[in-house]
């Protein structure tokens, strides 16, 4: 059994996560996730959220699943949000295309290949269909819209669709969130929420999902003045993988400070560096593998059409490498277009530290004249001479001036113009913000951590499996036990069980079996502590670390204080 089957067993029968609706035969791309896993999904959400949300000061907003559709006709997502979709002529199984290349081949990121190389490397390489083995060369790959559609309200009148990433609910109402900034740059927006996308393929678990969970910050900033606190990272230490490291023949990632990284031009964009170094620190708390992680820069031919850079955090996992996040400046791309598309003002007035004196040239075009003489034509002439006096003072100098419109040429008398430059007085302009985004996949992270914290020992001569899970994530922190059901220990174990819980601490009480088998299934789904009650005459208890197995006495008075200091960190199992 590979890692991956595995872990994927002990996930099923533990209560992490498990293929849903499995008693109507389960759909590919959903998920459910168990008692363990739920817990384990929200720890990690919330320390995403202190990190991201509370330390930087940052809002919170909670957007619709479903939105209308002229959001996603701004955004592109109607016309550019597409996979490559190949059937298999034999069995009429659809696949993405790329996902079978890169399966097959040496050759990664086929994504952002065209469709006639990609369909050129499924002939080179014989490569066939996985679930029926029938030759895939010559058949044509679509174009498939990974949106889910729906309608809102009776009747298709309104179309919907549901998000496919939780970012859009965060653009689409800056004009009201500026609002709540007092119009100051930078402030940033979180959201942790579902998305949704109809992946072709749905395959490995939660790697490829139809419904997942992001956790998303949009910080808007002006690219002018606003810079990062870089030195908050500097010395902050990772493994980055550049475009030019990819494209050497022996390029391996280098381990170097975010601050030197950005010295030496190899992270060209200072807030891209920033989050970087943020996440590393967090992706290390929360329990993924330092040795099984990099930041990768896109390629070139990866890039989206509105990002000058863009990195992705990476996890190794049974041997492949998995995209965890990705960190890009997305411009003004997002808010110009829902600007151009709807009726708000995307954006915002910025405040000169002093009145600016300024040259404006004008033109008041004489409509008496422009209307007989030019018909319908004659309101976007007068747009067009305004146009042309802003970009091109020159051209007004003459007798007549020269326009174009739709591809036809007027020539207007400068009479009729009304050509005039005159001196105002300006206390700021409005800017359109540019936006920094860190966009992290939670299913992905926490799939991720439970891989990494997966060991397998012997204790006792008997084989053994655990989660070495961090205990600030794990879903369970401790479980306590009664040694016998003798001389009223079961119920001494629940009352503290009891009181632990009222401190706030997560607990799983066991009184079934044997102590040995009871840590073994408490080790198997990661929890850090166990608290075993005997018949102590001193009043004490023993607790139990699951990664060494050792054990400490503790009074039963002091048992709630240490384990909340271990649960916070203030304490170490060691110091005990």
Known sequence: MTETATVVELAKR?????????????????????????????????????????????????APIVMPEPVFEASGHLDGFDDMLVECPECHASHRADHIIEDNTGIEEAESLPIPE?????????????NCGADLAGQAIEEFNLMFQTSIGPGSSQPGYLRPETAQGIFVEFPQLKEYARNQLPFGVTQIGPAYRNEISPRKSLLRLREFTQAELELFIDPEEDEPALDVVRDVEAPLYSAEMQESDDGEPVTMAIGDAVDEGIISDAWVAYYLGLAKQWYTRIGIDMEKFRFRQHLPGELAHYAADCWDAEALVDGDWIELAGFANRGDYDLSKHGSYSD?????????DEPKHVERATVDP??????????????????????????DRSAFDGDSVEVEVDGEAYEIPSEHV????????????????????PSFGVDRALYTVVHHAYREDEVEGEERSYLALKPEVAPTFVGVFPLTSKDGLPETAQSVATELRERGLSVA?????????????????????????????????????????EQVRVDLDELADVLTALRTGERTFDTL
């Open 118 to 130: 990609v369909e050129n490397l499924l002939a080179e390489h014989e490569l066939t269909c996985p």
């Open 14 to 62: 533990r209560g992490y996560f498990f293929q849903s609706s499995r008693a109507y035969g389960g759909v590919s791309g959903f998920y459910t996730y168990g008692p363990q896993g739920a817990a384990l999904k929200e720890n990690i959400e919330d320390t995403w959220r202190e990190r991201f949300t509370l330390k930087e000061g940052n809002f919170e907003v909670d």
């Open 418 to 437: 009304n050509f005039e430059v005159s001196e105002e007085t300006e206390a700021g302009e409005h800017i359109v913000p540019h936006v920094i985004e």
């Open 344 to 352: 708000e003002d995307f954006t915002l007035f910025k405040q000169y």
């Open 509 to 549: 009480y066991d009184d079934s079996g044997s102590i040995g088998r009871r840590y073994r299934r408490q080790d198997e789904v990661g929890t850090p502590f166990c608290v075993t009650l005997d018949a102590d005459p001193e009043g004490t208890a023993t607790i139990r670390e699951r990664d060494s197995t």
């Open 366 to 391: 004489d409509m008496s004249y422009l209307g007989p003489e030019f018909g319908g034509a004659a309101a976007d002439i007068g747009e067009a001479l305004q146009t042309l006096a802003e970009r």
